[in-house]
């Protein structure tokens, strides 16, 4: 069973726009932690940020955000202000114990 | 300094061949972890090593195989290449997993193997 799903295949913004990436995760581990891994055209993957199941507190990095809801099982993630540099393709990682999963990864275009 | 290298960077050969891909990480991790990317960009891990011993093996061919002469490297081994195996490969790496399993994990640039 897929245990986290991103929707959103691919995704098209004018720079300066906001875009929100989304993130479902489906468990029944009381304790597991999500990622964000960037992927920009050159090809490697950036991590952008980690989050275990007891903090959902909301995070905020430059123009980077996450929404994490537990009540949802959601882990959203959005760029304020995109600019071209943000294109890439993202992708949310689920893990738990000896698990870990990679959804299907969100292509985002910024057009300027 | 890169944290986490592998090489070569591109690898094309011909199918039935064997090759290997190398990975090192300069981090002091102590888990290391092999990705297939396929075509479509779908990342699965393969295998993980923790402390030279094999924590996860998913149901990948035998044919490929991790090697970990020390905690600092993780090669993987692929006997009898087939068109199939064509992908990226991504070598990660983390700090020993704990209860919970949440070690951030850091990538190497990916090694581009092409099965001709």
């Known amino acids: 069973a897929q245990k986290v799903t991103q929707a959103q295949t691919e995704i098209s913004v004018v720079e300066k726009e906001d875009v929100t990436l989304d993130c479902v995760y489906e468990t029944r581990d009381t304790t597991y932690y999500l990622f964000w891994y960037k992927q920009p055209p050159s090809g490697e993957l950036v991590f952008l940020i980690r989050?275990?199941?007891?903090?959902?507190q909301n995070e905020i990095s430059g123009r980077y955000s996450w929404n994490f809801q537990k009540s949802t099982s959601s882990f959203n993630f959005t760029i304020t202000a995109s600019q071209v540099v943000d294109s890439a393709v993202y992708f949310c990682a689920f893990r738990t114990g000896n698990q870990f999963y990679f959804g299907t990864g969100t292509s985002l275009t910024v057009i300027p | 300094d890169t944290a986490v290298s592998q090489t070569p960077k591109y690898l094309v050969t011909q199918m039935g061949n064997d090759k290997s891909i190398k990975c090192e990480q300069n981090l002091g991790h102590d888990t290391m972890y092999w990705y297939k990317q396929d075509s479509k960009k779908f990342l699965k891990i393969m295998f993980s090593?923790?402390?030279?011993?094999?924590?996860i093996n998913e149901t990948v061919p035998n044919r490929f195989s991790p090697k970990s002469p020390d905690k600092a490297h993780l090669n993987l081994h692929i006997n009898s290449l087939e068109l199939g195996d064509s992908a990226v490969y991504f070598c990660?790496?983390?700090?020993?997993?704990?209860?919970?399993?949440?070690?951030?994990?850091?990538f190497g640039p990916g090694t581009r193997l092409l099965v001709l």
């Open positions: 990660a790496s983390s700090r020993k997993r704990t209860s919970g399993g949440g070690e951030t994990q850091y």
């Open positions: 090593y923790n402390n030279k011993e094999l924590i």
């Open positions: 989050r275990n199941s007891f903090d959902e």
